[in-house]
T-cell receptor, first 116, second 115 residues
Framework: GAVVSQHPSWVICKSGTSVKIECRSL??????MFWYRQFPKQSLMLMAT?????????EQGVEKDKFLINHASLTLSTLTVTSAHPEDSSFYIC????????????FGPGTRLTVT | AQKVTQAQTEISVVEKEDVTLDCVYE???????LFWYKQPPSGELVFLIR??????QNEISGRYSWNFQKSTSSFNFTITASQVVDSAVYFC????????????FGTGTRLQVTL
């Protein structure tokens, strides 16, 4: 149990285009989802926290207009990178929390974004 | 503000050696959680352990053991008789406030186990 999926697992897009990444909790309801970003050989940095049905809370330094997060249902959150640039190339990881299971976070497998 | 320091960037050992990965944390909160995660080359984070700030008992799980010492703000991870499959990046993480929510990760330690 407690499986989180991400789609796509990798994506290549051209500079200036937008790309959407989905994060799904497959066997539980996620009241909260988190989005992390990991540059090559670096640590995970929290980008934002999203609660179902409300606006995401972004960490300092993260552009909310560039990284649009939607958490429209208890099993799905999306991260849209708008007008992507090569510096947005990174590994994006989501995690989901199910309060009925305690407050543990379950991580997705990640999405590798390459912007050319 | 919270901070997690993993001073060891990379460690290389020969199979069957024991290896300890260091983790030092900083927080002013008295209630917090500490975690270790493994990230193999595939990228997916694998949860290893979670420990709350009120439980200083050391823990052993198979070849893995953890030493939590509040006096030195450390939460070190030891792999006994390392194996090639242990090769990965290991992250220590911290969350405060009584819930395992906002995680602050260390910079990770890359462990390479060779034959």
């Amino acid at each position: 149990g407690a499986v989180v999926s991400q789609h796509p697992s990798w994506v290549i897009c051209k500079s200036g285009t937008s790309v959407k990444i989905e994060c799904r909790s497959l066997d539980f309801q996620a009241t909260t989802m988190f989005w992390y970003r990991q540059f090559p050989k670096q640590s995970l940095m929290l980008m934002a926290t999203s609660n179902e049905g409300s606006k995401a809370t972004y960490e300092q330094g993260v552009e909310k207009d560039k990284f649009l997060i939607n958490h429209a249902s208890l099993t799905l959150s999306t991260l849209t990178v708008t007008s992507a640039h090569p510096e947005d190339s990174s590994f994006y990881i989501c995690s989901a929390r199910d309060l009925s299971r305690g407050d543990e976070q379950y991580f997705g497998p990640g999405t590798r974004l390459t912007v050319t | 503000a919270q901070k997690v320091t993993q001073a060891q960037t990379e460690i290389s050992v020969v199979e069957k050696e024991d290896v300890t990965l260091d983790c030092v944390y900083e927080t002013r909160d008295t209630t917090y959680y500490l975690f270790w995660y493994k990230q193999p080359p595939s990228g997916e984070l694998v949860f290893l352990i979670r420990r709350n700030s009120f439980d200083e008992q050391n823990e052993i799980s198979g070849r893995y053991s953890w030493n939590f010492q509040k006096s030195t703000s450390s939460f070190n991870f030891t792999i006994t008789a390392s194996q090639v499959v242990d090769s990965a990046v290991y992250f220590c993480a911290l969350s405060v406030g009584g819930t395992a929510s906002k995680l602050t990760f260390g910079t990770g330690t890359r462990l390479q186990v060779t034959l």
